[in-house]
């Protein structure tokens, strides 16, 4: 069984950062590739960033790329979403997911997902 906690969420103004962990539990968290999603109110679940298992493999979704970075520190069983010159519509419930197929971007591919942490950046 694998669990997926998100923390680091918050308000935050236009152009401030954030960083959110995921705090994976089980043994297996070094084998899986992992996400970050997020749901905007009213519409649907986005695709945001995936790492595979060993770090080397990253894709971001276009809007935040050159703002958002996404790591991993296996021995923490962590992973994390740096997100910098934040912008309105950033603002979303972000969840973190796991997957065992590398490069994952869309939401059916992986399998186990977090409650997910509210992001609101607004003035």
């Known amino acids: 069984q694998v669990q997926l906690v998100e923390s680091g969420g918050g308000l935050v103004q236009p152009g401030g950062s954030l960083r959110l962990s995921c705090l994976v539990s089980?043994?297996?968290?070094?084998?899986?590739?992992m996400g970050w999603f997020r749901r905007a109110p009213g519409k649907e679940r986005e695709f945001v960033a995936t790492i595979t298992w060993n770090g080397f493999n990253i894709y971001y979704k276009n809007s935040v790329k050159g703002r958002f970075t996404i790591s991993r520190d296996n021995a923490k069983n962590t992973v994390y979403l740096q997100m910098n010159n934040l912008k309105p519509e950033d603002t979303a419930v972000y969840y973190c997911?796991?997957?065992?197929?590398?490069?994952?971007?869309?939401?059916?591919?992986?399998?186990?997902w977090g409650e997910g942490t509210q992001v609101t950046v607004s003035s």
């Open positions: 089980g043994r297996t968290f070094g084998s899986y590739a």
């Open positions: 997911a796991a997957s065992p197929r590398p490069g994952a971007t869309i939401s059916s591919m992986y399998d186990y």
